[in-house]
Nanobody, 121 residues
Framework: QVQLVESGGGLVQPGGSLRLSCAAS????????MGWFRQAPGKQRELVAS???????NYADAVKGRFTLSRDNAKNTVLLQMISLKPEDTAVYYC???????????????WGQGTQVTVSS
């Protein structure tokens, strides 16, 4: 059984920094893309950042230059470093992975349980 376990998040003042980490565990055969999405109240879930196994990164325009995503392929983990946080970054952040498991060897999306990030003074 595959799980995505998130850590990090919390309350931070505008201009502050936070770090979110996510680890994929279970009988994983291979992972293509990992990354983070977020969903603010009353809004649709949106992509924040993603990274392929080869290191190609994609960022939402709203976070470019402030967020940095890195990946450890050997450990199946991703780390999202967020700086210069703004109130509009407030949302529940969800880890995402597109992967194949040993028990279900087809590509499918998996999600973490979500972690709250609140940017407020």
């Amino acid at each position: 059984q595959v799980q995505l376990v998130e850590s990090g998040g919390g309350l931070v003042q505008p201009g502050g920094s936070l770090r979110l980490s996510c680890a994929a565990s279970g009988s994983i055969r291979s992972i293509s893309v990992m990354g983070w999405f977020r969903q603010a109240p009353g809004k649709q879930r949106e992509l924040v950042a993603s990274i392929t196994g080869g290191g190609y990164q994609n960022y939402a325009d709203a976070v470019k230059g402030r967020f940095t995503l890195s990946r450890d392929n050997a450990k199946n983990t991703v780390l999202l470093q967020m700086i210069s946080l703004k109130p509009e970054d407030t949302a529940v952040y969800y880890c995402h992975a597109n992967l194949r498991s040993d028990s279900l060897p087809v590509w499918r999306d998996y999600w973490g349980q979500g972690t709250q990030v609140t940017v407020s003074s």
